[in-house]
């Protein structure tokens, strides 16, 4: 019995077990997700177009559950954006566009301070009471937005 | 058929039915399928599929959680894989030697637990969801705890007890 043959046993059990377990939380994501669809929540944005500008803020802004982070910037400024595979690409925001090595950025506030938005805004969910800021800067300097 | 052979195979429904009682609060979690998997391996598909044939004609009937007919004809029809596949297995090994590779034996016969499983919980869950009006998709992603739990017990049961049960059955039954 070649031993490299039941290990591939082996690990197509797993595969197996855990695309069965992938399809029961992707069912269970969509169920929620349409159950709480009218449920209204509260989030905070943050604009801040570099330069050590002065962030502005749209708090308490009413969202439904389950709405991204790009719905919620829809809600709040003008945004300009590129769907691709990986998400919406944003191009600008209340006409202030990439360029010049400068990019909107996205940050959200947890309990270890700023956190870098680490997938496309169309992507991330926003949870209650989250504040999130869009950041004009270069990838390179990567600062954190100011509180 | 001889008497020894009568004898095992009533001991097998036997105890594949006592065990299913016995365990009946612990869902998904039963040595019905190793029992018939056995069955399959040591007498062929026909003797392993009777047996299980007669342990779910006796333990679907007079079921503590029910008795929905057209579940329990897919539960019953669908242990036969177990022995279909312990037979195959059988065709594919020969006559092993369990003594010795006893570790991969066991993985492989783990292997053999799961597979069958997932067939098993694939036709249970359609026909769960033809009868009771749902969509197929629904009643896989639905049933994939449950059915994972049974696949996972039933990887862990025959690896750890094949072995060691078809090496004990080999002293008692001389084919």
Redesign the interface.
Known sequence: ?N?WA?AA??M??WA??AS??V??Y??QYNELSSKTKEVMITANLGINYGNKSATRWFNGTKISAGSTLLGLTKLNTSVNYTGSLSGAFVNSINGVSNSNGKYWLWWTHSNYGWVFGQVACDKYVVGTNETLVWYYETYSASPQPPS | MNTVKIAVIVTFCALSIGTDYTLVGVSNVKPMDLIVFIGGFTYGPVVGSLIGIVSWLIYGVANPFGFEPRIWLATMFAEPVYAIIGSLLRRALGSPNLGS?RF??S??F??MG??PT?VYDLITNTVYAFVYNTPV??A???G??F??VH??AN?LIFGACSVPALRALGKVVKE
């Open positions: 019995m031993k039941i046993l082996v197509l059990c197996l077990a069965f377990m399809g029961y992707y069912y | 590779l991969r034996y993985v492989l783990a292997t799961f597979f997932v998709f629904v896989l992603f639905i994939a705890p059915a994972v696949e996972g990887f």
